[in-house]
């Protein structure tokens, strides 16, 4: 009788075994929460890769699920013209950490290098002076599906380092080897409008950001 019974039992470790096993992602990762965290500047990438490191080292991947530097694409005019493909981060300073909190995942993110602070709600000293505890509050769940919408849908932003009063030489085009000064700049357009002295007198005239170079 109390084999039969050991053996049910060992039957019914195997089959939970099995359960824990067969989760789906969303399952192992229900309790969990997006959590912004504010980093040191230009330290985004450096802590991503410290924190990922340390999440295997301490052994911590079942409560902190991943590290994201939310970015959407960007097309980088240079100065000759030519387009410069990459990414621009949407939260510069910021990274965002899906992650169960407890004591010892808060710790392993809080003393990652480069690691300033969780975004939350500032509790007060009970005595003494100085800045108090901050406790972490998570991101909505609105808030994480319009970031990440965002990173999915977003056009290339256009970045050129031009400005207004800038001084410029037409390259191609009808109006080749003027010159000009910048007056608009419209980067979602890739265009810019730049007055240019023809027949003598100031002309508005709209351009192609790859139309122009910028002078020193």
Known sequence: M???????????????????EQLSPDEVQEGSRWYAVQVASGCEKRVKTNLEQRIQTLDVADR?????????????????????????????????????MDDESWQVVKNTPNVINFVGAEQKRRYGRGRGHVKPVPLSQAEVERIFKQTREQEPVVKIDMAVGDRILVLSGPFKDFEGEVIEVSPERSKLKALLSIFGRDTPVELEFNQVQKQS
């Open 2 to 20: 109390s084999s039969a019974t050991d053996e049910q039992r060992d039957r019914d470790r195997h089959s939970a075994s099995l359960d824990v």
């Open 64 to 100: 902190i699920l991943q590290v994201e530097i939310p970015q959407t694409p960007a097309v980088k005019i240079r100065k000759d013209g030519s387009r410069q493909h990459g990414e621009e981060k949407v939260f510069p300073g910021y990274v965002l950490v899906q992650m169960i």
